[in-house]
């Protein structure tokens, strides 16, 4: 099985990363319409149409700086350079020790250094202006924050010395788990309890889109969740108190339209307050 997820995802198509994103959305929103975790009165179709239009041009930035990865990922190959080039394991091994760690740095480091330095919150800060998550939030990025998501991508696949077939892996993966932990989805308790021990869930990652500090720097993950554990960045919340969004930024004229979307991260800075005592959630 692992050896022909591998010839797959070697040789899958553009067509087949398209169906992968679509089919995610799809079957989300979908499930969200169903059991929803909050309620859904604020407008579906008009709010994603504003994260489509996000999700348009990360698609874009990715497309365009494509053969960067590609270069990247042939020359760590060619030159056996990288975690994964150095050492001798197991196919299955290589396949599950290669998408943590990418998944580590291509994601988890990567979101928690764009809280951490101004210049990047100031791009990615658009991501947390959503009142509203769910699925269609996954890929809410401003362009500038699609770019530095790249680099970092590109940066993993070189520390990991990640051959192409590892990246598309970790790259459609990334997609769907990031569509999942958006989801506006209720899931069981006992479900969750079993899941959240591997992968991020809605009711995991929610808590991150609080419109107030310190809770929107906590759970980071992406794919899995066992890295906020080992760094210390997990919480458990009452997701029924949760408010979305960002304190600084909170009027529906900033955050509904694309335009003014746009222009956030080039406004002048607004400085977030680090409450030292949580509210009780």
């Known amino acids: 099985m692992i050896t022909a997820l591998i010839d797959f995802f070697t040789h899958i198509t553009s067509a087949h990363r398209t169906m992968i994103l679509v089919g995610g959305l799809t079957l989300f929103s979908l499930i969200e319409s169903a059991v929803p975790l909050m309620n859904l009165n604020y407008g579906r179709i008009k709010h994603a149409g504003v994260n489509i239009f996000f999700t348009l041009t990360t698609i874009i930035v990715n497309f365009v700086l494509a053969f960067a990865l590609i270069k990247t990922s042939d020359w760590v190959v060619g030159n056996n350079f990288g975690i994964l080039q ?40 658009v991501h947390h202006t959503d009142q509203h998550i769910d699925t269609t939030s996954a890929n809410r990025h401003h362009p500038g924050e699609s770019i530095i998501r790249f680099l970092f991508t590109i940066l993993a696949t070189f520390i990991v010395g990640a051959p192409m077939w590892l990246v598309f892996l970790y790259q459609s993966m990334s997609v769907v788990l990031s569509q999942f932990n958006h989801s506006n989805i209720a899931l069981p308790k006992w479900l969750d309890k079993i899941l959240v021990c591997i992968i991020c869930t809605p009711n995991m990652h929610h808590v991150h889109h609080h419109y107030r500090m310190p809770y929107s720097d906590l759970n980071y993950g992406n794919i899995f969740s066992f890295w906020d554990r080992l760094f210390r960045t997990y919480t458990v919340v009452d997701n029924d108190k949760l ?39």
């Open 86 to 125: 150095w050492i001798e394991c197991p196919l299955i091994v290589q396949f599950i020790l290669g998408l943590m760690l990418m998944d580590l740095l291509g994601a988890y480091v990567a979101h928690w250094v764009q809280h951490h330095v101004t210049w990047m919150w100031k791009f990615h800060i």
């Open 243 to 281: 408010i979305y969004g960002v304190d600084t930024i909170m009027e529906e004229k900033e955050i509904k339209n694309i335009w003014a979307i746009l222009k956030i991260p080039f406004s002048p800075y607004r400085e977030r307050i680090d409450y030292e005592e949580k509210e009780v959630l």
